[in-house]
């Protein structure tokens, strides 16, 4: 008897000790492996077991959704009341079904969290699979063609418009995602593709392919993308079509390279072997001089 309450008061004890480095720790599933800090570096926050009753659930759940119903009328200016952003957003809707399709994702739930995901996409034309993790106060605008992976990370209050895609760049496992910081715009069309990190406060423009990490405070143009600006000045989110134009800007810088280029050249040919017929041939005069010509 005095064995067995010293056992007891024993197992008390090291359940009452904080886990070494800073990890989460469930007293009721104290007898499982210690969670590596690689898992929770790389996002995979499914295996980090926590402790929370229902009503902390439902009362996080409700804030939640909250943020998203209310961060809608910051940044649409056509939104008008709230009943029609209720009914009419297929943003808010998408985001609704898959807060609820991760919940259960994360409670084992066979074949019910996609197909939710999969009913919410032919509902909404927005793809979000069930493993996804989505911060508080993100918008997907219009939505339409969005699609946003298993091992994918959105961080708080990112802008997502129609089009844009978070997804991989082949059959790797694990996390194979791209992870958003926040307040992040991906415009329309952009593709966000593999393991990559994005900084937070980043814009990524219409159409862009991104295929490396992007820091902090950058904007990101092209096929594939190219950080064109860096700052840590903030920028209105809504100003995403403000952007650089690099292909026009390298366009004219090549006008002006060719225009001093003719103007060297004619400063080399004497005057009488000039040709006054336009600048297209002005080249003709690098051959011999011939009269007939």
């Known amino acids: 008897m005095l064995q067995s309450t010293s056992n007891y008061s024993t197992t008390r004890s090291q359940l009452a000790t ?10 009721i599933t104290h007898c499982q492996q210690p969670i590596e800090d690689r898992e929770i570096e790389r996002g995979d926050t499914d295996k980090i077991p926590r402790v929370r009753t229902p009503f902390q659930v439902i009362k996080q759940g409700w804030r939640t959704l ?15 009341n709230r009943f029609e952003v209720f009914v009419c957003y297929p943003g808010l809707q998408a985001l609704i079904s898959h807060r609820l399709a991760h919940w259960l994702h994360r409670q084992r739930v066979p074949f019910l969290p996609r197909f939710l995901s999969q009913l919410a996409r032919f509902f909404t034309g927005i793809e979000i699979h069930p493993g996804a993790v989505m911060g508080k106060g993100v918008f997907i605008d219009h939505g339409m063609g969005v699609v946003i992976g298993e091992t994918a990370i959105v961080g708080d209050y990112c802008l ?3 089009g844009a895609t978070l997804g991989g760049t082949g059959k790797e496992t694990g996390k194979r995602h791209p992870t958003l910081g926040k307040n992040v715009v991906v415009s329309a069309g952009a593709k966000v593709l593999g393991n990559i990190h994005i900084g937070d406060h980043v814009r990524i423009g219409a159409g862009s392919v991104v295929l490396g990490d992007v820091p902090t405070d950058c904007t990101v143009v092209g096929v594939p993308g190219r950080i064109v600006r860096q700052s840590g000045k903030r920028i209105d989110p809504l100003e995403h079509g403000q952007l650089p134009d690099t292909q026009a800007a390298a366009l004219r810088a090549l006008r002006d390279r060719i225009t001093e280029l003719e103007q060297q050249l004619e400063s080399l040919i004497p005057k009488n072997h000039r040709v006054k017929n336009g600048r297209s041939q002005i080249f003709v005069t690098l051959l011999p001089y011939n009269d007939s010509v």
């Not at 998203?68 to 200016?77: C, G, N, S, W």
């Open 18 to 27: 904080p886990v070494a480095e800073g990890r989460r720790h469930n007293w």
């Open 66 to 80: 909250l943020t998203d119903f209310q961060i809608i009328f910051e940044r649409d200016p056509a939104a008008r």
């Open 160 to 162: 997502i418009y129609q």
